[in-house]
């Protein structure tokens, strides 16, 4: 689908203002944000698009929106105003609409507002203070659609402390601009099954490339002064949807996708993915082809498929923004509705940003992976003053599932028998296991089979949580608590287990007969290592909140 003809469209529909107009911020967060167009040449790769008595080497031109320091103020160096489209760009999407009986040059005006890029060397210390290592987010876009017209979203999103990259791929654009004068024109052909194939594969080469530039820091060592990245996301509209998750399921250095509307193809279809995949599109984006239902289907990793009322295809560009700017004829609202959807553009415009900004802060990589080490410190940091406040009534310590051997392993010098070595009173008098892990000091958790692991954020989660968490759960009680699951760190159970609380506690364990995780005989082996009183309840692993009053009951029973 050529997404040009439905903007020129639209913009026949549009009366001219005057010069200078600043396409105003939506929903930005707390950073100002730099720009810089960069041109990448690809020597490894002659472009299929270029004319055959003119071979060229791949060329790739980026748009990178980079947060930058607000500790003084936003834009420490000023600001710039900067053409939401250069000359050329700005004539073709004008032709276009003339040719709809609008004046040519209606893109000339529009500008966004930039902060003014110094000197590298004395930009170096500007870069953002919270963290060496920014998300990267590469965009791609419709077909025959200009990276420019993502603009206004990129530089929103760049806003909540992200690098964007929005790319153009040669040849495919209506026309493309480069910054030694030069330009290209699209052919890319017709819109069939192959050539959108074809097209989709060519430009995953051109991302992957890109992320090949990011990790050599050709593209933001300079003239943003970010010596070093983080993790990867990739994000697109239409066939851009469509490259970037095909991008992701060969390239293992990316975290994740967002598909707007975008249909899918390659491989990607049948085997699924193991990583974040998000699907956001118009009402009956499922309906229309099969590739969404199969994708979906096979799915692995964590996801989120959401349908948005009122909208269009073409919505999800900076369009529905550039339209509410401008005072749009009364007989022309219609059509402008057609093309772009009900939803008031401004709004349109927050919707997407939102949504973006809350995938990627949801799907951030932690900036190191915690060890079990990490969580028994934080056990101990939060128990020690519990204990202290409880004094000679002393506290029972309940461990659940891996709490077992975690939550036992932060019991050093806490136990009521440490304590009263120590010359203190209290501490911890009683452990009840539910359905917990028990293990030996130099015990190492390695991987488990009922779980995915997501190396490209450090996470685990369980593969089935509905069968093997809630197998005891009514439909509608299992729906209720699923959401509020949440990805583990990967390495959460890793490191040697130095200590036991349990050999100095006396405890009590409750079996699950109904658990899915821990057989029946292995928690037998569990209690009988502790030395643990055994109580049994027919219950599922989560048995806290299918039998919530019985486990009450037993803990309170214990409490003497």
């Given at each position: 689908m050529r997404l040009s003809t439905h903007l020129a469209s639209v913009m026949a529909g549009l009366s001219a203002v005057s010069p200078g107009l600043l396409i105003p911020p939506v929903s930005s967060g707390p950073y100002g944000v730099g720009l810089k167009i960069k041109t990448l040449i690809d020597e490894s790769r002659w472009d299929p698009y270029a004319p055959i008595d003119i071979p060229q080497k791949r060329r790739v031109l980026i748009s990178t929106f980079a947060p930058v320091d607000t500790q003084e103020n936003s834009c420490p160096h000023g600001e710039v105003n900067?053409?939401?489209?250069?000359?050329?760009?700005?004539?073709?999407?004008?032709?276009?609409?003339?040719?709809?009986?609008?004046?040519?040059?209606?893109?000339?005006?529009?500008?966004?507002?930039?902060?003014?890029?110094?000197?590298?060397?004395r930009h170096q210390k500007h870069a953002l203070k919270n963290g060496s290592k920014l998300p990267v987010v590469i965009f791609s876009p419709g077909r025959a659609v200009s990276r420019l017209m993502y603009?206004?979203?990129?530089?929103?999103?760049?806003?909540?402390?992200?690098?964007?990259?929005?790319?153009?791929h040669a040849y495919d654009a209506s026309i493309i601009e480069y910054p030694?004068?030069?330009?290209?024109?699209?052919?890319?052909?017709?819109?069939?099954?192959t050539v959108l194939e074809i097209s989709a594969k060519v430009r995953s080469q051109d991302i992957m490339f890109v992320i090949d530039q990011i990790q050599d820091n050709v593209t933001t060592s300079e003239p943003f002064g970010l010596s070093q990245t983080g993790s990867v996301f990739v994000f697109g509209h239409s066939i851009g949807g469509a490259t970037v998750v095909s991008t992701l399921f060969s390239d293992q250095r990316i975290h994740g996708v967002i598909n707007l509307d975008g249909d899918m193809l390659g491989p990607v279809v049948k085997a699924g993915l193991g990583k974040p995949l998000f699907l956001i599109g118009r009402p009956h984006s499922r309906d229309q082809g099969p590739s969404w239902n199969e994708t979906w289907d096979s799915q692995r990793g964590p996801g989120m498929m959401l349908q948005i009322d009122g909208i269009t295809h073409q919505s999800f560009l900076d369009a529905p923004l550039l339209v509410s700017l401008r005072d749009v004829p009364e007989g022309s609202r219609d059509k402008v509705q057609a093309a772009l959807g009900k939803i008031n553009g401004r709004r349109m415009a927050s919707l997407v940003i939102e949504l973006t900004v809350g995938v990627l802060d949801?799907?951030?990589?932690?900036?190191?992976?915690?060890?079990?080490?990490?969580?028994?410190?934080?056990?101990?940091?939060?128990?020690?003053?519990?204990?202290?406040?409880?004094?000679?009534?002393?506290?029972?310590?309940?461990?659940?599932?891996?709490?077992?051997?975690?939550?036992?392993?932060?019991?050093?010098g806490l136990t009521a028998k440490a304590r009263k070595d120590a010359g203190k009173t209290g501490g911890v008098k009683k452990i009840i296991f539910i359905a917990a892990s028990v293990a030996p000091e130099g015990f190492e958790q390695g991987p488990?089979?009922?779980?995915?692991?997501?190396?490209?954020?450090?996470?685990?989660?369980?593969?089935?949580?509905?069968?093997?968490?809630?197998?005891?759960?009514?439909?509608?009680?299992?729906?209720?608590?699923?959401?509020?699951?949440?990805?583990?760190?990967?390495?959460?159970?890793?490191?040697?287990?130095?200590?036991?609380?349990?050999?100095?506690?006396?405890?009590?364990?409750?079996?699950?007969?109904?658990?899915?995780i821990l057989p029946d005989e292995l928690q037998e082996r569990f209690a009988c290592l502790a030395g643990s009183e055994v109580v049994r309840i027919g219950a599922g692993h989560m048995v806290q909140l299918s039998e919530t009053e019985k486990v009450a009951d037993i803990i309170a029973s214990h409490a003497d």
């Open positions: 900067v053409p939401y489209m250069p000359p050329k760009t700005g004539d073709v999407f004008g032709r276009q609409a003339e040719a709809m009986g609008l004046p040519c040059g209606i893109f000339e005006d529009l500008q966004l507002k930039f902060c003014r890029l110094p000197d590298i060397n603009s206004a979203m990129a530089r929103s999103v760049a806003s909540h402390g992200y690098i964007v990259m929005t790319v153009d030694d004068g030069t330009d290209t024109t699209g052919v890319v052909g017709e819109a069939n099954k949801t799907e951030k990589a932690p900036p190191e992976r915690p060890t079990m080490d990490d969580d028994i410190a934080n056990i101990v940091k939060d128990l020690t003053p519990v204990v202290e406040e409880a004094g000679e009534e002393g506290v029972i310590a309940v461990m659940h599932s891996a709490g077992g051997f975690i939550g036992s392993g932060a019991l050093k488990m089979e009922f779980f995915d692991y997501h190396e490209s954020n450090g996470t685990q989660s369980c593969k089935d949580p509905r069968n093997l968490l809630y197998s005891d759960f009514s439909d509608e009680d299992a729906n209720k608590w699923l959401p509020g699951l949440q990805h583990q760190a990967d390495r959460g159970w890793a490191t040697k287990l130095q200590y036991c609380g349990w050999r100095e506690v006396p405890n009590v364990y409750i079996i699950c007969n109904g658990d899915k």
